[in-house]
């Protein structure tokens, strides 16, 4: 009874409180607070700069989160490819005038926060894919005019960001729209055909890389082949995670993060610093969380009415299992050391913004789960 | 209720399989994940364990702390002496080159030392120590401690270093230390394991010798360091082991006395116990302070030594080579009496000189002895006798009695390493060495203690206590020996040997048992075949002190407590030509180069002989004038020193 005549348009606020997902709540409320004692650890167990900053912008995104979630999912529908031109827009502003930082000019800076338009850019690509193929009929799904706009709605941001130069996020993105594109039904004949044309040019653009890119393949292949330079990341980070053990050494007890012999601590490597203080435990229990977090994304997307919301949640979910899988593997040494961060985790206000938003929306769709789009 | 009939089903169809799919792979990554978390983490987990603690672990040593000499009396004679030291860890300074100069003010450092330590500065890692002074004196450190509030980053450290308190008295026997160089490295093992910036090592003498007992071990402090290397905290500290304390048989009032005798002179004074062989006291002047050595001698401080005539760097005592002169004579006496080339009432007729071969030999009494028996030949000194004695023994006879009684090898075994071997001549070893045939003239020559024979001080004190002793082998020792045997055991060994020496041929059942377990010793063996013949010698010594017209008789003491008997000794160092023989000048007319050397061997007290000496004082002219008088205040000493050494053996004896 209450189904019948609660799922439209006219919700009260009680009913959409009630609607929300307090499972996925719980998990990013957790994840949050693991995130916010690792970078207290970070901080070598003082309120410093990273964790303070850190804590806040975890209250203010969560907040604003739970704030957009009382949209209307038409509201993500009707703005999707306003939000990607926004979004591209700020791509380029920053290719021309972005902060540059460690030789990659990626930010720009909107005084408030410094802002990292190529984060966002991994949201903004699935809204705009879900648009695209929501009114879609299955047949034209593999039009030729279909197939070439989605083609260039990837291409462009990708080459602006490897341009930047940010291998990882570039990867990130096309990986995200590559398994939109899957989900939405795209010929698995066009993923056989790019990814075999993809090995066979792999050379090439090996060629093109820029030579720390290069040399951190070539480390990722033996990272004992230089151990004091590029491969130092790859087996510091190991010696962190190996050492942690069943139970590991224990909050603020890092050696490896605490006596600095971890690059990067807070950003990429912050799984490490985790994996080190609490051992395989932790470790596991962690990414149960992120399981049950990604589970509850598909079981949404799996109720929700309109194939809009339905595919951003798939998309979405399986875009968070990507970027955590990337990070995971390359802090354990199974790929080599592309910048991705740790949704979540990781410090940095970009990624955070971008990964809030993905749950407003799938919040969204919780919420407006009987809501249909025309 | 979906809209668009067919194709929504088709494309929900499609997103639900894929999805699943899609579902499927994430399943089996992250499987992979905890996989490869729990290979790390539990099957690998001691190897990253132990990569981590390699990482976060670092060792600092700390230099060893040597071990001690000590006297016969337990007295420090080269100690660890606490010193001052002024560290700078540049890291911790803000403006270090201001700090720099600001030191370089206050502690008077001139500019060739300042861009020394400026090159080192830049030669090491920012948070490694430097040390701008080793040993700051007293001043300079309350200096530094008044201005430290405006120094922020230096630190004045108390440190240990190497000191000699008894400076100049020791110099030759011990040695002295200085910084290990490269060449140290490779020939020492110990020195390598146990090495630290700005270790020192033994150099010489028996610092150098008995480096590996005296360096002991590091101490280790373990921090904890970051990536940069740099110590965050200290997790343990473990004291290295001392060096072994080293206890000589030395006497440092007699080693002072010594050295006080012989100042402003060149030459060597050894004191040995006639019994033990230890060596009480063994000095070579002039000397100079090992102390200069330790943080690097001045240019002009190492001129200074280097160029002295008086060749202070030489350790007389083992490695100065000299003609015994008539020092021999006792043992020239003992040889041919032992191999009954004389008898002691041989008359030979002295006149100052006699001919033989063609060639004059000359007494050194021009109007010569007159007639003279063995005894009063030896008294007396005179050459004509001993020239005769040496013609009818032979040069080879007396060889083998000297090597016997210790000369032409070293007496401490490489204990010191310098220590040189002399030359007792015998035709085979001219042949062999010279490929020239003997001359009978040399033999003449030899014995008077001229000629190719070169002893050491140390060979002539031996000689002088294993005569001493009764004629018994000895063993001479300089280092404390905690199994050393008590005198009673040696002198009934040696009366057991004596025993077994007369009964030569006669085997007993009660010998061969003893030979069977081994109670007769072969240590202490007596080196005379007639005992009657060392004692004939001793008291001709006796007489050459203690009797009127003996060569030092001047020298004597009466009291029986400290009488003593000796030989003088009187080397030529170039030979005397006709005309100079006719001039006959005093000593003060000739040039220092070429005055003789004086010598005196000699034992005591008389009755009871317990030490042996020997005295050579270079350039020093006769032995009964310059070395005798020596002999009387250094057995003065010697013998009121006795009771003490004595009360300091026996307990010594019940310690061990």
Request: without cysteine; hydrophobic residues 55%; aromatic residues 12%.
């Given at each position: 009874m209450f189904q019948q005549s609660s799922y439209t348009d006219q919700l009260t606020f009680f009913q959409k409180i009630r609607s929300f997902d307090y499972v996925l709540l719980i998990c990013i409320i957790l994840i949050g607070i693991i995130s916010a004692f690792s970078m207290y650890s970070t901080d070598g167990g003082e309120l410093l700069y990273h964790s303070k900053s850190h804590v806040i912008r975890l209250i203010v995104f969560f907040t604003m989160m739970i704030f957009l979630s009382f949209l209307n999912i038409k509201f993500w529908h009707a703005t999707g490819y306003l939000f990607y031109v926004i979004i591209l827009s700020l791509l380029i502003w920053a290719s021309f005038y972005g902060i540059t930082a460690s030789g990659s000019q990626r930010w720009i800076n909107l005084y408030f926060i410094n802002l990292q338009p190529s984060e966002l850019m991994k949201i903004a690509i699935i809204i705009f894919y879900a648009k695209f193929?929501?009114?879609?009929?299955?047949?034209?799904?593999?039009?030729?005019?279909?197939?070439?706009?989605?083609?260039?709605?990837?291409?462009?941001?990708?080459?602006?960001?490897?341009?930047?130069?940010?291998?990882?996020?570039?990867?990130?993105?096309?990986?995200?729209?590559?398994?939109?594109?899957?989900?939405?039904?795209?010929?698995i004949r066009y993923f056989i055909y790019s990814s075999l044309a993809f090995?066979?040019?792999?050379?090439?653009?090996?060629?093109?890389?820029?030579?720390?890119?290069?040399?951190?393949?070539?480390?990722?292949?033996?990272?004992?082949?230089?151990?004091?330079?590029?491969?130092?990341?790859?087996i510091q980070s190991k010696i962190g995670v190996g050492s942690g053990g069943l139970t590991g050494k224990g909050f603020l007890k890092g050696t490896q993060s605490y006596l600095e012999f971890l690059p990067e601590k807070h950003t990429d490597f912050i799984f490490t610093?985790?994996?080190?203080?609490?051992?395989?435990?932790?470790?596991?229990?962690?990414?149960?969380?992120?399981?049950?977090?990604?589970?509850?994304?598909?079981r949404i997307g799996s109720i929700v009415r309109s194939f809009f919301a339905k595919l951003f949640c798939y998309s979405f979910a399986s875009a968070i299992f990507i970027y955590i899988t990337v990070n995971m593997s390359m802090v354990l040494g199974l790929l080599p050391i592309v910048g991705s961060p740790l949704p979540i985790m990781s410090y940095g206000g970009s990624s955070m913004l971008a990964t809030m938003i993905g749950f407003s929306v799938v919040m969204s769709a919780k919420i407006y789960q009987r809501q249909l789009i025309s | 209720m979906f809209e668009g009939g067919d194709s929504t089903f088709r494309k929900l169809n499609t997103i639900n399989r894929r999805m699943f799919i899609i579902s499927a792979a994430k399943v089996v990554v992250f499987t992979g994940i905890v996989t490869r978390l729990f290979s790390l983490q539990i099957n690998e987990n001691k190897k990253y364990l132990t990569l981590s603690d390699k990482n976060r672990l670092r060792e600092w040593r700390l230099p060893p702390v040597r071990g001690q000499f000590l006297d016969y009396f337990g007295n420090v004679i080269a100690g660890n002496l606490k010193v001052y030291q002024l560290h700078v860890v540049p890291e911790q300074v803000e403006n270090f080159k201001y700090l720099m100069l600001r030191l370089k003010d206050i502690l008077e450092i001139d500019d060739k030392q300042f861009s020394k330590i400026i090159k080192k500065k830049n030669s090491q890692k920012p948070w490694e120590t430097l040390i701008i002074s080793e040993n700051l004196s007293w001043d300079q450190f309350s200096k530094?401690?008044?201005?430290?509030?405006?120094?922020?980053?230096?630190?004045?450290?108390?440190?240990?270093?190497?000191?000699?308190p008894f400076k100049k008295n020791y110099t030759h026997v011990l040695g002295y230390v200085a910084q290990a160089s490269e060449n140290d490295l490779i020939k020492n093992e110990t020195i390598k394991k146990n090495h630290v910036p700005g270790l020192r090592v033994g150099k010489i003498g028996l610092e150098k010798t008995f480096e590996n007992d005296l360096l002991g071990t590091n101490g280790v402090q373990r921090y904890e360091v970051n990536a940069y290397g740099k110590r965050i905290n200290q997790l343990d500290h473990k004291e290295g082991q001392k060096g072994k304390n080293i206890r000589l048989t030395l006497d440092t009032e007699v080693q002072k006395l010594s050295n006080e005798l012989l100042a402003e002179k060149s030459g060597s004074i050894s004191v040995m116990d006639i019994y033990t062989g230890e060596i009480i006291a063994m000095h070579s002047s002039p000397s100079f302070d090992p102390n200069l050595f330790l943080y690097g001698i001045s240019t002009k401080d190492w001129k200074e030594i280097r160029e002295d005539p008086l060749k202070p760097l030489i350790n007389k005592t083992v490695s100065g080579l000299y003609s015994p002169g008539s020092t021999i004579k006792p043992l020239v006496a003992l040889s041919a009496l032992e191999n009954d080339v004389i008898s002691p009432n041989q008359k030979v007729h002295c006149n100052g000189k006699m001919e033989m071969y063609g060639h004059t030999y000359h007494c050194w009494k021009e109007k010569g002895h007159g007639t003279m028996n063995l005894r009063n030949a030896i008294k007396q000194s005179c050459d004509i006798y001993f020239y005769e004695t040496a013609r009818k023994l032979g040069v080879d006879r007396l060889n083998l009695t000297s090597f016997k009684f210790g000369l032409g090898n070293t007496v401490l075994n490489?204990?010191?390493?310098?220590?040189?071997?002399?030359?007792?001549?015998s035709t085979e070893w001219k042949k062999n060495n010279l490929g020239v045939g003997w001359v009978l003239g040399e033999t003449l020559i030899t014995g008077i203690g001229q000629g190719y024979i070169q002893t050491t001080p140390l060979q002539l004190c031996l000689m002088t206590a294993q005569l001493a002793n009764g004629g018994f082998k000895i063993y001479p020792r300089i280092t404390v020996d905690k199994n050393q045997e008590s005198l009673e055991n040696i002198k009934y060994k040696m009366a057991q040997n004596a025993f077994k020496g007369k009964e030569k041929k006669y085997s007993s059942p009660i010998r061969k048992v003893e030979e069977l377990l081994n109670i007769g010793s072969k240590k202490y063996l007596p080196l005379y075949r007639n005992p009657e013949n060392v004692k004939f010698v001793l008291e001709a010594m006796f007489a050459s002190t203690n009797e009127v017209m003996g060569t030092s008789y001047g020298s004597r003491i009466d009291d029986p407590k400290y009488r003593f008997a000796g030989k003088t000794g009187t080397a030529q160092v170039k030979k005397i030509t006709e005309k100079a023989r006719e001039l006959d000048l005093h000593i003060s007319q000739i040039p220092y180069e070429e005055r003789d050397h004086a010598l005196y061997i000699a034992y005591g007290p008389y009755q009871n002989p317990r030490y042996a000496v020997s005295i050579i004082v270079e350039h020093g002219g006769s032995g009964s004038k310059t070395a005798a008088p020596i002999a009387k205040k250094l057995f003065k000493l010697i013998i009121d020193r006795h009771e003490l050494r004595e009360k300091i053996t026996n307990q010594n004896l019940i310690n061990t």
């Open positions: 193929y929501h009114r879609m009929q299955a047949g034209n799904v593999n039009n030729f005019t279909n197939l070439l706009i989605p083609f260039a709605v990837l291409a462009l941001p990708i080459v602006l960001v490897a341009s930047q130069p940010d291998l990882g996020t570039a990867i990130l993105i096309a990986l995200s729209g590559l398994v939109v594109l899957w989900l939405a039904g795209l010929n090995f066979v040019s792999m050379p090439f653009i090996i060629s093109f890389l820029e030579p720390y890119q290069k040399l951190r393949v070539l480390t990722f292949f033996n990272p004992e082949r230089d151990p004091l330079g590029a491969g130092y990341q790859i610093l985790f994996a080190e203080e609490h051992g395989f435990t932790g470790s596991v229990i962690l990414l149960l969380i992120y399981a049950v977090m990604i589970f509850r994304i598909i | 530094i401690n008044f201005y430290l509030h405006e120094l922020v980053g230096a630190k004045p450290v108390l440190s240990v270093a190497r000191s000699y490489g204990v010191l390493a310098n220590e040189k071997k002399g030359l007792v001549p």
